[in-house]
């Protein structure tokens, strides 16, 4: 009897627990509402339940069958890993990691010397950087859509951009930028800002979130009023970095317009503070616009200078040096408090800031802003033509094509779709106007938000993938560290259905998604792209230069074309391997006991290691990739003499 009075005392909490989160979101989903249209009103039909319960027949769109492939593909940032992960969309299934700025052990980035060469290394060969934060990703554009180029991917910690090649899905260049610490928003622009021709992605934007003493090299590290912060432009073919512009306050994230004209940055802290509750005592901080063109004029005309040891031409765009709008560099439109991100809308005339500490969503037309640089215009915040409420805690904003955007709204839980047209219209004093147009409780405090083909000029209103920054009860419990819960959702209706969730490592940030059709990669690679390439078995081998040795090795399943290879302790010792199988998915590992060296190299792919031959003995090296039938029997020996 106490046993079952105990069971149904447990089940009782349980019960009562979920009765009272759905309660108590309802409530707060009821008053949200109430307060963006200005009068009471019921919830929009279902938002709450739709998460408990979605449709079965979109909650199947995920779940793929045997063999059926994903119709998108998602980029998503790693987070502490320093990689870049690869999702298919709609299932959420993880293909694939990309090792950009991290050591990572499969595929041997940073022991490898091709990948210690993108890296970075110190005078003694050993990687500059072992750490990394990254957060947000972008890829390249042609004609307002996705060319399946290239990926960037930040490191915050360190301020360094890398760069994926998507034909290979594989990171090839980074760059560490100078004079800025805190490197945050990334953004690609979309056109050239001058020539129509240019339709492709050629710069790509960086926001530098700390200000920091410039030069800073020991000087006013007690005069924060001093600090300053800076917008870089980096090449996207060189990934040299072009110029930066000395801005007050500081950057969050970046979005750019698709005409190539206009780059901008929502900024959380005009103060300049240096303690948080200083950070907050602005009721309006700002979006800041970058007008390209004229940028690049100063640059060409040398009207720049250059802060330290770094090269890199910097402008002013500062508020005092650009109070002129016809000779302005840049451009600041108020917007409350503290905003967390800047999104562009896909039919290019709007940008979109959220509040985060004020509840609302700040619409910028970007036509007014151009006005204003044209002198056509004398308030630049006339260039707002929405500032509605939408609920607590606004941070990022995706668009589904439909005139309709998502923005996540970190304390109440929940995406809130909205209607921009109609959140204008309410602005402009139409009390009738009902923008909000439906609420989903998502699972919990979601951050990052985007949309399939979300901001281009292809969104298609299909999926919604969110990125919520705690999961609590929604997995087994696996200790202290939760795992965050990505959500995915089904847009393609008038109501949102929730239809998956994915535990995921900390801490991804933001991520971007497109159609499959986008992206054509390549399976093996062509032999040609690698100087060191062993061509053909027969010339495998070891040679000899005083004390530093080259040790030259093909792989084709089953075997290595050498069966040993003896050196010297003492020796440097270079090794070169060749894959020569042809065959897609027929990758080989390459790996030495004792010696710290563990790589892979995929069909026709070359990379080498050195390392110094200090230790006396036999050392099987082996596959660590299964290749074959005979994959245990695919070894080599190193023999290292006294």
């Known amino acids: 009897m106490s046993q079952k009075k105990d069971d149904m005392s447990t089940e009782a909490v349980g019960l009562g627990r979920r009765r009272f989160l759905n309660t108590a979101a309802l409530t707060g989903l009821t008053l949200g509402v109430a307060a963006c249209n200005d009068k009471p009103e019921t919830a929009p039909a279902?938002?709450?339940?739709?998460?408990?319960?979605?449709?079965?027949?979109?909650?199947?769109?995920?779940?793929?069958?045997?063999?059926?492939?994903?119709?998108?593909?998602?980029?998503?940032s790693g987070g502490h890993t320093g990689d870049m992960r690869i999702l298919g969309l709609p299932s959420g299934r993880e293909i694939h990691r990309i090792p950009c700025f991290v050591p990572d052990a499969l595929v041997g980035w940073g022991l490898t010397n091709e990948s210690k060469a993108v890296m970075g290394t110190k005078p003694d060969g050993s990687l500059r950087y072992t750490v990394a934060d990254t957060h947000h990703t972008h890829a390249s554009y042609k004609d307002g859509n996705y060319d399946g180029r290239y990926a960037w991917i930040n490191d915050k910690i360190n301020s360094r951009i890398a760069r994926v090649r998507l034909d290979y899905f594989v990171c090839d260049k980074i760059t560490e930028l100078p004079n800025v610490q805190g490197f945050?928003?990334?953004?690609?622009?979309?056109?050239?800002?001058?020539?129509?021709?240019?339709?492709?992605?050629?710069?790509?934007?960086?926001?530098?979130?700390?200000?920091?003493?410039?030069?800073n090299n020991g000087g006013d590290i007690n005069n924060p009023e001093k600090y300053r912060s800076m917008f870089t432009c980096v090449d996207a073919e060189s990934m040299e970095v072009r110029w930066q512009v000395l801005i007050d306050g500081n950057c969050d994230l970046t979005a750019t317009s698709y005409d190539g004209k206009l780059a901008a940055t929502n900024q959380y802290n005009i103060e300049n503070g240096v303690h948080y509750e200083d950070m907050m005592s602005s009721e309006r901080d700002a979006?800041?616009?970058?007008?390209?063109?004229?940028?690049?004029?100063?640059?060409?005309?040398?009207?720049?200078?250059?802060?330290?040891?770094?090269?890199?031409?910097?402008?002013?765009?500062?508020?005092?040096?650009?109070?002129?709008?016809?000779?302005?560099?840049?451009?600041?439109?108020?917007?409350?408090?503290?905003?967390?991100?800047?999104?562009?809308?896909?039919?290019?005339?709007?940008?979109?800031?959220a509040g985060k500490l004020s509840p609302t969503a700040t619409v910028i037309e970007l036509s007014k802003v151009l006005d204003w640089f044209d002198g056509k215009m004398e308030d630049l915040?006339?260039?707002?033509?929405?500032?509605?409420?939408?609920?607590?805690?606004?941070?990022?904003?995706?668009?589904?094509?439909?005139?309709?955007?998502?923005?996540?709204?970190?304390?109440?839980?929940?995406?809130?779709?909205?209607?921009?047209?109609?959140?204008?219209k309410f602005h402009a004093g139409d009390k009738t106007a009902k923008y909000v147009v439906d609420r989903l409780d998502v699972h919990y405090q979601p951050g990052h938000i985007n949309a399939s083909q979300s901001e281009t000029r292809a969104a298609d209103g299909k999926y919604l993938a969110v990125g919520c920054k705690f999961s609590k009860d929604r997995f087994l419990p696996v200790g202290p560290l939760h795992p965050e819960n990505e959500q995915i959702i089904d847009i393609s209706g008038d109501k949102m259905v929730l239809l998956a969730?994915?535990?995921?490592?900390?801490?991804?940030?933001?991520?971007?998604?497109?159609?499959?059709?986008?992206?054509?990669?390549?399976?093996?690679?062509?032999?040609?792209?690698?100087?060191?390439?062993?061509?053909?078995?027969?010339?495998?081998?070891?040679?000899?230069?005083?004390?530093?040795?080259?040790?030259?090795?093909?792989?084709?399943?089953?075997?290595?074309?050498?069966?040993?290879?003896?050196?010297?302790?003492?020796?440097?010792?270079?090794?070169?391997?060749?894959?020569?199988?042809?065959?897609?998915?027929?990758?080989?590992?390459?790996?030495?006991?004792?010696y710290n060296v563990n790589f892979i190299v995929n069909p026709l792919e070359t990379k080498s290691v050195t390392f110094i031959a200090d230790q006396p003995g036999v050392f099987w090296c082996y596959c660590t990739h299964f290749c074959h039938a005979l994959h245990l029997e695919m070894r080599t020996r190193m023999i290292v003499e006294a």
């Not at 062509?526 to 090795?553: H, M």
Request: aromatic residues 8%; contains cysteine.
């Open 46 to 76: 279902a938002s709450g339940t739709s998460a408990a319960a979605p449709a079965a027949h979109a909650s199947s769109a995920t779940h793929l069958k045997p063999g059926e492939l994903d119709t998108y593909y998602g980029i998503w």
């Open 184 to 215: 945050h928003g990334i953004f690609p622009d979309k056109a050239d800002p001058v020539d129509p021709a240019i339709n492709y992605t050629t710069r790509v934007f960086c926001g530098a979130e700390f200000a920091i003493p410039l030069p």
């Open 287 to 353: 979006c800041l616009f970058f007008n390209i063109a004229r940028i690049e004029e100063a640059v060409k005309a040398g009207k720049f200078t250059t802060v330290g040891t770094s090269k890199v031409p910097v402008v002013d765009g500062t508020r005092d040096s650009n109070k002129d709008p016809k000779t302005a560099l840049t451009a600041y439109v108020s917007v409350p408090k503290n905003p967390h991100g800047v999104n562009a809308s896909p039919d290019a005339k709007y940008f979109i800031c």
């Open 381 to 424: 915040d006339k260039a707002i033509v929405a500032e509605v409420e939408i609920g607590l805690g606004p941070l990022h904003t995706a668009f589904d094509g439909r005139g309709n955007a998502y923005t996540t709204l970190f304390l109440d839980s929940q995406v809130v779709k909205w209607n921009v047209d109609a959140a204008i």
């Open 501 to 594: 969730d994915h535990p995921v490592r900390g801490e991804p940030h933001d991520f971007i998604i497109f159609k499959r059709d986008l992206l054509k990669p390549k399976q093996v690679y062509d032999i040609d792209d690698f100087p060191l390439a062993i061509k053909d078995p027969k010339e495998s081998g070891v040679t000899r230069n005083g004390k530093k040795v080259t040790v030259k090795i093909t792989s084709q399943a089953p075997a290595f074309s050498l069966r040993e290879f003896t050196v010297k302790k003492g020796d440097e010792v270079t090794l070169i391997l060749t894959n020569l199988d042809k065959i897609e998915d027929l990758t080989h590992g390459f790996a030495i006991p004792k």
